[in-house]
Structure formats: C-alpha cells, structure tokens
C-alpha cells in the first residue's frame, strides 16, 4: 500500500529526529507513538490492507506544521507572543478535526466493516489485523490524552506551564 510505506517513511524520518533530540522534541509517549505505527504501517502494507485508514492516518498529520509553528515561535523567543497565541488555536482546532473527529469517524468505519471484511472476505491474517486495529485505538486513545493536555495550553494562551514543568520537558 503506497500509503502506508509513505508515512512508515515520514514516522521513520520523524522517529529519528525525536530521538536524536530526546527528550527536548518528544518523550516517551512520541516515541511509543511512532513506534506502534510504524509497526502498523509495516503489518498493513505486508498484508496490504485497509488504504481507507491510513489515508485518515495521514491527514491526522495536518496538525504537525502547527505543532512545528509552535516549537519555532518559542525555540525564536517569541513563545509570549500574540502569534503564538493565534497558532495554539490553529493547532487545536486542527488536531481536534483531524485527530478527534475524522480519527474516530474513521475507527467505527474501521470498526463495523472493515475488519470483519479484511479476515472473511479477503482472507488476511486475523493476528496482523487484529494487531493493525488495536494500535489504531490505542492511537485513538492517545490522541484523547494529548487533545486533554492542548485545551488547557489554548487556555493558558499559549504557554505550557510554569516555568518548572518547562524544564523537565
């Protein structure tokens, strides 16, 4: 599935970076992230199966350049500003569409058609998509955890905490 080998790569290259910057650019949550999905992208294009989830996969994606914006602004010292402010609200709202409301619409897609379909009608390997479907909730769960965190950032205007909670991350 050329989808799924495109963002493998993507979380591959990302994976590294977090890595080689660890703990500054992402903790363990970030890593076991990549991690499980990298795994799910590799089950999925081995047994070439569901396209449709790793194309809500990949648009799920649209809130890094946010994230990024963000990182920028404060790695720029400017993590006090009216801009920073404005890109918070733009990384909200983009991970709550993509990784909250498409994510889940997607998992009940996933959910009531798709498994069923992969292991009856197309004879794929139950474990492989069994595995594929609980990395992609656990996914799902993750993202519930970190959009619990984004809220009270965009309410703080921005910042992530005091400056005590900054230094350990």
């Known amino acids: 599935i050329p989808t799924a080998c495109i963002i493998w790569g993507y979380l591959a290259n990302d994976s590294v970076d977090i890595l080689l910057n660890y703990p500054k650019l992402g903790g363990y949550d970030m890593v076991l992230h ?3 999905f990298q795994t799910c992208c590799g089950l999925a294009g081995l047994i070439n199966a569901f396209p449709f989830a790793f194309a809500w996969l990949t648009i799920g994606e649209a809130s890094t350049p946010f994230l990024n914006w963000r990182w ?6 400017r993590g006090d500003s009216w801009t920073m402010v404005l890109v918070t609200w733009m990384f909200a709202l983009a991970f709550f569409l993509t990784r909250i409301v498409l994510y889940w619409t997607g998992i009940s897609k996933l959910w009531g058609s798709q498994v069923n379909y992969a292991i009856n009608e197309l004879e794929k390997p139950a474990w492989a ?7 992609i909730l656990g996914g ?11 809220v009270p ?9 005091s400056k005590k909670a900054t230094k350990q991350n």
Do not use: D, P, Y
């Open 72 to 77: 920028f602004l404060i790695q720029s010292g």
């Open 34 to 36: 990549h991690l499980f």
């Open 153 to 161: 950032m965009c309410l703080r205007g921005g910042r992530r905490g």
């Open 140 to 150: 799902a769960l993750l993202n519930v955890v970190w959009f619990a965190h984004i």
């Open 129 to 135: 998509v069994w595995s594929i479907t609980a990395i």
